[in-house]
């Protein structure tokens, strides 16, 4: 038994015959750390900038913008102008009654942009119109039994 122990013993290996190898390990480890950590950092930044948040938009948007109130209630959309002029626009959106998605479709049928409307909430939504023609609002939250013809338009001329 004691044969076997001593055999055993002696060909394991010891901490000293991989010390240089366990450093040269998290020597690496370390240089992949701080160069994903960089490269992270670097793609936050480009993405915190490159998205459209309110305050961001409203400086991007030469000019006073045009002011449409959206007034929404199940299941009809309330608008304070059916007509816009091309150039920035503020929609201030709303809701009476429950949630309901607000949707902005070019006559494609593309989105252009969207926002929530919410009870007791103005949230102000800001588009930068440079495509005369007429665009539909659809609700994007399902808000009832009568949710799919929740739709209106407006034309920009």
């Not at 009476?96 to 103005?122: R, W």
Request: aromatic share 14%; hydrophobic share 45%; proline share 5%.
């Amino acid at each position: 038994m004691a044969v076997f122990w001593k055999v055993g013993a002696s060909s394991m290996p010891r901490d000293d015959d991989y010390k240089h190898v366990a450093e040269a390990g998290y020597a690496i480890r370390r240089k992949y750390f701080w160069a994903l950590l960089a490269v992270s950092l670097v793609l936050f930044i480009i993405g915190v900038l490159a998205f459209p948040y309110p305050k961001v938009m409203e400086a991007k948007i030469k000019g006073e913008p045009f002011v449409v109130k959206i007034n929404s209630k199940q299941f009809q959309w309330d608008l304070s102008a059916a007509q816009i002029p091309l150039g920035p626009v503020r929609f201030d959106v709303t809701s009476q009654d429950v949630n309901h998605g607000f949707g902005i479709y070019d006559e494609k049928g593309g989105l252009v942009t969207q926002s929530q409307a919410m009870p007791d909430y103005v949230n102000k939504l800001y588009v930068n119109f440079t495509k005369p023609g007429k665009y539909k609002i659809w609700c994007l939250e399902y808000c009832g039994v009568a949710h799919h013809i929740m739709a209106t338009e407006f034309e920009v001329k």
